[in-house]
């Protein structure tokens, strides 16, 4: 009996022993699960500027516990979160070493975010993601309060415009911007030119600096004809702060979308890809009034060679849209002239074009 009991005894030891060793090392190892989360920091903060879409600055930061995949996803604040730098450039890849570095447009906020491999980022948002669901790490900073950067301003046919300095994916891939590409002269017209700047070839585009609604917007465009496969001029409005990733456009595009002998202009509602929402004609060269009538649920476009509404020249094109028609918010008149697809194969010569007159009818 004796025996027998010492022989439990030592038993129930061991088991206590072995159970305690299991206990540590289940410890240690969910010790090891939380100290192994990611952590996330942002090194270098762009200015405060609500600037938006018409400045950029460099944002840095680092990283420590990343896996080989994980990304970085990075947002500015400017009245919505904004992705950066483009929407088809949605991530920042984590060096080596740990850090990290992009471009960014100028916002009041900054934010970057650790992203598994397959995670997909919204474009615009209100409020930032938490972690879960692929985010692994957020990191927030308030911009630096430096003075903030003043955007060249032109006056043309009795508005004002900013002039665009800073690169954007319009078209679909990188397009860098020079305020010198975009100037008005004597006679009161705005000229917008492409050209090389540095060995870089740079665009140009001016917005209006409020919104106008519906109405007739007028624009006198004294030739389109010299224009190349790869060279696009827009005439449109765009509200940039929908949250939701369909653009909310109307378009006058002057294109041939970088194949030679196509149909070199088009009116577009957005979204471009429903067939519907497209139509296609050939702008002759010499000066041309185009025109879109915006009203609720219709907008309503013609191409005439004439310069200015109601000089009866022949009309060259005309359509009315009347399904996704967008509804007046913060929308803004844009004027730009950027390349498509532009290969160093093409000639580099600079390439311009003159708006005689833009006028708003209510």
Same mark, same amino acid.
């Given at each position: 009996?004796?025996?027998?009991? $010492?022989?439990?005894?030592?038993?129930?030891?061991?088991?206590?022993?072995?159970?305690?060793?299991?206990?540590?090392?289940?410890?240690?190892?969910?010790?090891?699960?939380?100290?192994?989360?990611?952590?996330?920091? *942002?090194?270098?903060?762009?200015?405060?500027? /609500?600037?938006?879409?018409?400045?950029?600055?460099?944002?840095?930061?680092?990283? @420590?516990?990343?896996?080989?995949?994980?990304?970085?996803?990075?947002?500015?604040?400017?009245? *919505? &979160?904004?992705?950066?730098?483009?929407?088809?450039?949605?991530?920042? $890849?984590?060096? %080596?070493?740990?850090?990290?570095?992009?471009? @960014?447009?100028?916002?009041?906020?900054?934010? +970057?975010?650790?992203?598994?491999?397959?995670?997909?980022?919204?474009?615009?948002?209100?409020?930032?993601?938490?972690?879960?669901?692929?985010?692994?790490? !957020?990191?927030?900073?308030?911009?630096?309060?430096?003075?903030? !950067?003043?955007?060249?301003?032109?006056?043309?046919?009795?508005? #004002?415009? @900013?002039?665009? @300095?800073?690169?954007?994916?319009?078209?679909?891939?990188?397009? !860098?911007?020079?305020?010198?590409?975009? &100037?008005?002269?004597?006679?009161?017209?705005?000229?917008? $030119?492409?050209?090389?700047? #540095?060995?870089? &070839?740079?665009? +140009?585009?001016?917005?209006?600096?409020?919104?106008?609604?519906?109405?007739?917007?007028?624009?006198?465009?004294? #030739?389109?004809?010299?224009?190349?496969?790869?060279?696009?001029?827009?005439?449109?409005?765009?509200? #940039?702060?929908?949250?939701?990733?369909?653009?909310?456009?109307?378009?006058? =595009?002057?294109? $041939? &979308?970088?194949?030679?002998?196509?149909?070199?202009?088009?009116?577009?509602?957005?979204?471009?890809?429903?067939?519907?929402?497209?139509?296609?004609?050939?702008?002759?060269?010499?000066?041309?009034?185009?025109?879109?009538?915006?009203?609720?649920?219709?907008?309503?476009?013609?191409?005439?060679?004439? +310069?200015?509404?109601?000089?009866?020249?022949?009309?060259?094109? =005309?359509?009315?849209?009347?399904?996704?028609? /967008?509804?007046?918010?913060?929308?803004?008149?844009?004027?730009?002239?950027?390349?498509?697809?532009?290969?160093?194969?093409? /000639?580099?010569?600079?390439?311009?074009?003159?708006?005689?007159?833009?006028?708003?009818? %209510?």
């Amino acid at each position: 009996m004796f025996h027998s009991t $010492r022989n439990d005894s030592s038993a129930k030891v061991l088991s206590a022993v072995f159970l305690g060793l299991v206990s540590v090392l289940l410890g240690g190892c969910h010790t090891s699960r939380l100290s192994s989360k990611p952590t996330l920091q *942002i090194t270098q903060i762009p200015s405060a500027n /609500p600037g938006g879409p018409v400045q950029m600055d460099f944002i840095e930061g680092r990283v @420590t516990g990343a896996k080989p995949g994980q990304q970085i996803v990075l947002y500015a604040y400017s009245q *919505i &979160w904004w992705i950066q730098p483009f929407a088809s450039q949605q991530y920042t $890849r984590v060096q %080596p070493d740990s850090t990290w570095r992009n471009a @960014t447009h100028l916002g009041t906020k900054y934010a +970057a975010l650790l992203v598994d491999p397959g995670y997909h980022p919204p474009t615009k948002i209100a409020d930032l993601p938490h972690e879960g669901n692929g985010v692994l790490a !957020v990191a927030t900073a308030e911009g630096r309060p430096d003075a903030p !950067v003043v955007s060249k301003i032109l006056h043309f046919s009795g508005y #004002d415009w @900013t002039v665009r @300095t800073v690169a954007n994916d319009r078209g679909g891939r990188p397009n !860098v911007y020079d305020s010198a590409n975009a &100037w008005v002269d004597d006679n009161g017209f705005l000229h917008l $030119r492409m050209e090389l700047h #540095d060995s870089v &070839w740079t665009s +140009a585009e001016v917005s209006l600096t409020r919104s106008l609604g519906y109405g007739t917007y007028i624009f006198v465009v004294r #030739d389109v004809g010299h224009l190349g496969p790869s060279d696009a001029l827009g005439l449109y409005t765009a509200d #940039d702060f929908r949250l939701d990733n369909v653009r909310s456009e109307l378009d006058i =595009e002057m294109s $041939r &979308w970088g194949i030679a002998g196509t149909k070199n202009a088009q009116y577009v509602v957005q979204p471009f890809y429903v067939p519907e929402n497209v139509s296609r004609f050939m702008a002759p060269a010499g000066v041309l009034t185009d025109e879109m009538k915006w009203e609720p649920g219709k907008a309503s476009f013609k191409t005439v060679r004439a +310069a200015g509404v109601g000089h009866g020249g022949p009309v060259v094109s =005309e359509h009315v849209f009347t399904s996704n028609v /967008p509804t007046p918010a913060k929308e803004k008149v844009h004027i730009g002239l950027y390349s498509y697809t532009r290969s160093k194969d093409l /000639p580099q010569q600079p390439v311009e074009v003159v708006i005689e007159k833009f006028q708003f009818l %209510p």
